[in-house]
C-alpha cells in the first residue's frame, strides 16, 4: 500500500464566539472528507461493472442481531428514565476536590452555545458520513448494504453507551458550579460517563473511513479521510467539556468506543472469512528455472 503522510493545520480565531468556531471547524472537516471521496468517486472508463461488496451480510443472521442491539439500547433508555436527580442539599455538598485531578479542570464549565455547537457537529456527522460514501462509485454500487451495516454499528455503540449510563451514575461537571438552572436537579445531570455525543460521532466518522478504505484500499486520499474522521469525535469532545456535560475521560471512553464500533463491525462481516485469512494454490519458476509449487496464504488487515 502506498504510503502518505499529510498535515492538516486548522486556524481558528479564538476572539470569536464558540459557536462560529465550531460551525468553521464541521465545514471545514466535512469539506475535507467530502474531497478527500471524490478522488475516487468518478468510474474509470473501462469499468464493466461494479466493484463486489468486501462485506457478506446475511438477512437470517444480521437482522437477529441488528433487533437485539436496538433491544439492548431500549433497556438501556429504561434504566435511564429509573436514575433520580440530586436535591438542593445534594448539590451544595458537591466539591470539585472530590473530582479526580485529571478531570477537575472541567469541573464547573458550563456554556449553552459550545452545547449548540457539539449538538450540531454530532447530530451533522451521523448523517453526512454516511453520506458521504454515496460519493464513491463502488460503494455507491452496495449501498443498501452498507447502509445496514451502518445501522448496526450504531446500534452497538448506542447499546453499550445507554446501557453504561442508566448503570453508572456520575455528575456532569456543570453540578459543580452554580449554573444550569433547572437541569441541575434533574436526572440527566448524572449522566457524565461516558460521552454519547463523542461516541456516536466516532462511530459515523470511523465507519465511513473504515468502508472507505476497504472499498478503495490504497487510495490516496486514505490519510485525508481517517484524519477527518479522527478530528471530527475530537472536536465534539471539546465542546462537550466546555458546555460541561463531560468530563476528558469520559470523552476518552466515548471516543473509544465509537471509533472501535465504527472499525470493528464492518471488519467482522469482512469477506475474506472470519478469520481474516484467505488461501489460494500457487505455482511457477523460479530463478534458476525450477518449478515450485504451494499454498498463498493472505491475512487480510
Known sequence: ??????????????????????IFMK??????????????????????????????????VDAPITLGLGAMSG???YLVQQ???????????????????????????????????GDFLCYGSLVVAPGLLALN?????????????????????DAIFTTTVGSVTRYRPFLYGTEGGGSRNSKIS?????????????????????VFHDFNPGSRAEPFVWGAAALMPAAVAY???????????????????????????PQLHKTAGR??????????LNANGYSYGGLLVTKQL
Open 83 to 117: 436514575k433520580n436527580g440530586l436535591s438542593d442539599a445534594e448539590l451544595a455538598r458537591l466539591s470539585k476536590n472530590d473530582v479526580p485531578k485529571f478531570d477537575r479542570f472541567a469541573a464547573g464549565n458550563y456554556s449553552k452555545s459550545a452545547q449548540t455547537a
Open 275 to 284: 478469520n481474516g485469512y484467505s488461501f489460494a494454490p500457487i505455482q511457477g
Open 1 to 22: 500500500m502506498e504510503n502518505t503522510s499529510s498535515t492538516l493545520r486548522l486556524s481558528l480565531s479564538f476572539q470569536e464566539p464558540p459557536i462560529r468556531r465550531f
Open 137 to 157: 462509485e463502488d460503494v455507491r454500487g452496495h449501498y443498501g448494504q452498507v447502509l445496514g451495516l451502518y445501522l448496526q454499528t450504531m446500534l452497538a455503540t
Open 190 to 210: 448524572t449522566n457524565s460517563f461516558f460521552a454519547g455525543h463523542t461516541a456516536h460521532t466516532a462511530t459515523a466518522t470511523f465507519f465511513a473511513a473504515k
Open 239 to 265: 465542546t462537550r467539556i466546555e458546555a460541561g456535560k463531560h468530563f476528558l475521560s469520559d470523552n476518552i471512553v466515548g471516543y473509544v468506543v465509537g471509533a472501535t464500533a465504527g472499525i470493528v463491525v
Open 27 to 60: 465545514h471545514s472537516l466535512t469539506l475535507l472528507l467530502s474531497g478527500a471521496l471524490l478522488l475516487t468517486s468518478v468510474p474509470a472508463a473501462t469499468a464493466q461493472q461494479a466493484a463486489a461488496s468486501p462485506y457478506h451480510t446475511r438477512f437470517a
Open 75 to 77: 433497556l438501556g433508555l
